[in-house]
């Protein structure tokens, strides 16, 4: 690791424990004690910054400091003179100056320490302890010379020195160190928490400061053959055969493995599994070697070691990744070795696929049937690897050409075409480009139908066109068997189900995401891998229908094959999908984390969808994250939110837009929200919202009329609406959403008891679903309700477990609302006169004007203000006091009087 400029030992990102230990002991040597320390692990993983600020940390104390000269050893020889002279001067020289001063020896890189200089050593340690000597040094362990460790082992055995293994960084430190970046935990667990390599994998290329400083030197040392032979290994990549190597070299098999051997005396490489396979210790070295092998010879490798493999009948994909660094238009066989590769590769590694087509179009003419072949591998495999817009591109390229001789390469790039343009946000040219390739060239494959039937159906879906989505996702389903395709099959069955419960016919949905499950959970990850959308498609539907637990199931497995395989294009819609649900669960903070990581991944994909539903999550997310008035993050994303979908009236936008919403209502901006939703949705009956989203929005709106004392017979009428939906369709959370907003129109129209039934009915349907959120806030639907109508009955069980529900969520807003309820409890009356205290003089102003009677404009209008402000202060006027209307605020401010 290239030395930093740090004050002190303990200073030193991560090593403050070992940085204080060598502070003590430099403080020690002050006194006139001596001693000595060892630092030692890994290349880069610090050591030497260690040393320097130690050195730092002497010389600011005025103590004398001696250090080894640069590069001490280059010459192994016993017989060579300077620099080895000054080592065996070095013990009397030392006596003599530590006579006379105290004095702090640093000695780097003492694995490179001869053999025969290991008696200096022992000389070094033994005047330790009886002169004012500090001796610090560092090595890597895997390179110290036996007679060398024999002397650090029987002197840490006698107590003489201190030894201090210096390990690998925390993913805490490794954001200390690159910063808090999105890629993070990828950069710490591939760089082993070595801060040297995760600075090079950050940077993105071998060429940098940390690698000159970390591998120089070691690489300096090597000689001509030895470094040939490094190149060479790093250009037949990690882990490679002995054999392979040899078969590969110019020189002689002899002088080849004599190199081979240098290079593992000198841990630049080292044994791995499966045996006798031979790996650089850290990819990052190999790329540092690989990067210094002249451009010109470069091809020159990989073609003797692609000629090799091909005799050897190697693996495609090994071979392709020579060929393709040798391409050479003249060889027939490398079109299709890079073909053969890609086609393999596309579904488990997609930008591996992608680099070795590009490849290859570079060698194929336009009149070669592989053309065709090569754009629509290279469209797929840019969809997969989350590249839209470049898929795109690839496909106007192949659509524009002349009709290809097979009709169904024009079908197939019309279905993908379609696929792009849906990530993308653009839904009527998606549905036109599905219907073109339905209407153009039929018929065909199964396997081609099916995805062309899945796209007419997705399509239909945004449309609320259910019937039509649940005919062509039938017809799905049946080419998919047809075709063998299981991961079609899990799709279809799932697309089934969304139509058939968002049409309002839930019992017929049931039955066909059970056999999308069952399906999902008896295919190998290996065929998933074909589509890894299916396990998205049916986690989506299984949230809607509240199965919630499966649903996250699915998820998890499709993340880690995402991450795995590289098919980042549908890892931004998982995990906006598994947020949601930890959202649901009371995971709060885990699920904002999951969500930003979404977000990062939709921006850089473009995945419009996935942007604007992320955003609308990380509004609800950031307002129970956050408490009193700090609102402005969730405003912001839930205006974020609005904007991405501006323009569109498809499903996910009217979604999106009621999420936006309900993130207003909840921030402080009830009118805003309520508009926000009449609008968007098409009036009160929200026609043009899905079906399962509704009674969620019907019990928000008569939550935001109560805020905004709007007309008691508005929120009533929602509050009708959700019960009407929930008797058609009994599911839990629709139940426990219908329920909520029963009990608060019940304490509005003074019915404390009626509240309690029907909200404790509500918690129980929550609590079976296990969303802790919407408990928490049932629980307090039903405090509040009494305590506006001064029964205290039953109320502390209630504000009990919503503390309880908030501290499992970690909701600085919920516990806040659950202590202002509680100021309600302790007074006589149902509200506090102390609750009443906390209003600032503006709230207390209003909460005074309400109390006779004027209109929120009238308000405005007498103090000189907008009507949003004075919506704004009399929603934290009912919050703080723990009312929910009109009437019961004028009741309280009667009683204070």
């Keep these: 690791m290239s030395s930093v400029a740090v004050a002190r030992p303990s200073a030193v990102i991560g090593r403050t424990e070992c940085g204080r230990d060598l502070e003590h002991l430099v403080d020690n040597l002050q006194a006139g004690r001596g001693g000595a320390a060892v630092i030692f692990g890994e290349p880069g993983i610090g050591k030497t910054t260690l040393l320097t600020a130690s050195l730092a940390y002497a010389k600011a104390r005025g103590l004398c400091v001696v250090s080894a000269p640069n590069n001490p050893f280059g010459d192994q020889r016993p017989d060579a003179p300077a620099p080895f002279e000054w080592w065996r001067r070095l013990p009397d020289g030392l006596t003599e100056l530590s006579a006379r001063t105290d004095v702090l020896l640093v000695l780097d890189n003492l694995h490179r320490l001869p053999r025969f200089l290991a008696p200096v050593l022992d000389r070094l340690l033994e005047l330790t302890v009886c002169a004012p000597v500090l001796l610090i040094a560092a090595y890597r362990p895997r390179q110290l010379p036996l007679e060398v460790a024999a002397v650090v082992f029987q002197a840490t055995s006698s107590r003489a020195l201190r030894t201090y293994p210096i390990g690998a960084l925390s993913l805490a430190d490794a954001r200390r160190i690159l910063g808090d970046r999105p890629d993070l935990a990828t950069i710490h667990s591939d760089g082993h928490g070595n801060p040297a390599y995760m600075r090079m994998l950050a940077a993105g290329s071998p060429d940098t400061s940390d690698a000159a400083g970390v591998f120089s030197d070691e690489l300096a040392q090597l000689s001509p053959t030895d470094l040939r032979v490094a190149q060479l290994a790093s250009a037949l990549r990690d882990p490679f055969s002995p054999d392979l190597l040899v078969a590969a070299a110019t020189a002689t098999s002899d002088d080849t493995l004599t190199a081979l051997d240098t290079l593992v005396a000198r841990d630049l490489i080292r044994p791995t599994e499966p045996a006798p396979r031979l790996a650089f210790r850290h990819p990052v070295l190999a790329d540092v070697v690989y990067a210094g092998i002249p451009v010109s010879q470069r091809r020159a490798l990989h073609a003797r070691i692609g000629a090799e493999l091909g005799r050897r009948g190697g693996p495609m994909a090994a071979r392709a990744y020579h060929v393709a660094r040798a391409a050479d238009p003249a060889e027939p066989a490398h079109v299709d070795t890079l073909l053969v590769a ?7 590694h997609p930008d591996t696929a992608i680099g070795w087509l590009t490849v290859a179009l570079t060698l194929i003419p336009e009149s070669d049937g592989r053309w065709y072949e090569a754009h629509l591998l290279l469209a797929r495999a840019r969809l997969l690897a989350g590249q839209p817009k470049a898929g795109r591109e690839v496909l106007h390229t192949l659509l524009a050409r002349e009709p290809a001789p097979d009709r169904q390469v024009t079908a197939t790039a019309l279905v993908l075409s379609s696929e792009v343009e849906r990530q993308l946000g653009n839904f009527q040219e998606a549905d036109a480009l599905a219907r073109t390739a339905a209407l153009t060239a039929l018929p065909h494959g199964d396997r081609i139908m099916s995805r062309l039937r899945r796209e007419l159906a997705e399509n239909a879906l945004e449309a609320l066109h259910f019937d039509r989505a649940a005919r062509q996702a039938t017809a799905a389903t049946r ?15 799932s697309l089934t189900a969304l139509a058939r419960y968002s049409d309002d016919k839930p019992g017929n949905a049931e039955p066909a995401i059970e056999r999308a499950a069952r399906r999902a959970d008896a295919t190998s990850d290996m065929v998933l891998l074909r589509d890894l959308s299916c396990l998205y498609e049916l986690a989506r539907v299984e949230a809607i229908m509240e199965r919630i637990r499966d649903a996250e199931r699915h998820l998890e497995r499709g993340v880690t094959l995402c991450r795995s395989s590289g098919q980042s294009h549908i890892l931004p819609a998982m995990l906006k999908t598994l947020g949601d649900i930890q959202l649901r669960l009371g995971r709060l903070a885990r699920g904002l984390e999951t969500l930003d990581e979404a977000a990062h991944l939709a921006r850089i994909s473009d995945d419009r969808p996935s942007r604007a539903l992320v955003a609308g999550l990380r509004a609800n997310a950031l307002v129970w994250l956050r408490a009193g008035a700090d609102t402005a993050e969730a405003v912001a994303a839930a205006d974020e939110a609005v904007r991405v979908c501006d323009g569109l009236e498809t499903a996910f936008a009217v979604v999106v837009r009621a999420m936006a919403a309900e993130a207003l209502v909840h921030a402080g901006e009830p009118e805003r929200g309520i508009h926000l939703t009449l609008r968007a949705a098409g009036g009160r009956d929200l026609p043009r919202l899905p079906a399962w989203r509704r009674p969620r929005q019907w019990d928000l709106l008569a939550y935001a009329v109560h805020g905004t004392g709007g007309e008691p017979g508005a929120a009533d009428g929602y509050a009708r609406r959700a019960g009407s939906f929930a008797r058609r369709r009994p599911s839990p959370l629709c139940l426990g959403y219908a329920g909520r907003a029963e009990a608060r129109a019940h304490g509005v129209h003074g019915n404390p008891r009626g509240a309690a039934e029907t909200g404790t009915a509500a918690l129980a349907q929550f609590e079976a679903r296990d969303a802790k959120l919407d408990a928490a806030l049932t629980g307090l639907v039903i ?12 109320v502390p069980g209630h504000l009990d477990r919503a503390a309880g529900l908030a501290d499992a969520c970690g909701s600085p807003r919920l516990a806040e609302y659950v202590a202002v309820a509680r100021q309600g409890l302790n007074a006589t009356l149902p509200l506090a006169t102390t609750a009443l205290d906390q209003l600032t003089a503006r709230e ?3 909460a005074a004007m309400v109390s006779t009677g004027m209109t929120n404009s009238q308000i405005a209008a007498d103090l ?12 934290r006027v009912y919050h703080k006091l723990g009312v929910t209307n009109r009437a019961s605020l004028t009741r309280l401010l009667a009683h204070r009087t």
Excluded: Y
Excluded at 479 to 493: K, N, Q, T, V
Excluded at 783 to 794: P, Y
Excluded at 864 to 875: A, E, M, N, P, Y
């Design 864 to 875: 000189g203000l907008s009507v949003r402000t004075v919506d704004s202060h009399l929603w």
């Design 783 to 794: 405090a509040n309700a009494c305590l506006g109508n001064r029964v205290a009955d039953g």
């Design 479 to 493: 080419h998919a068997r047809r075709g063998g395709d299981p991961a079609g099959e899990i799709i279809a069955f």
């Design 844 to 846: 207390s102003e209003i």
């Design 342 to 348: 890609a086609h393999e590769a596309t579904d488990a």
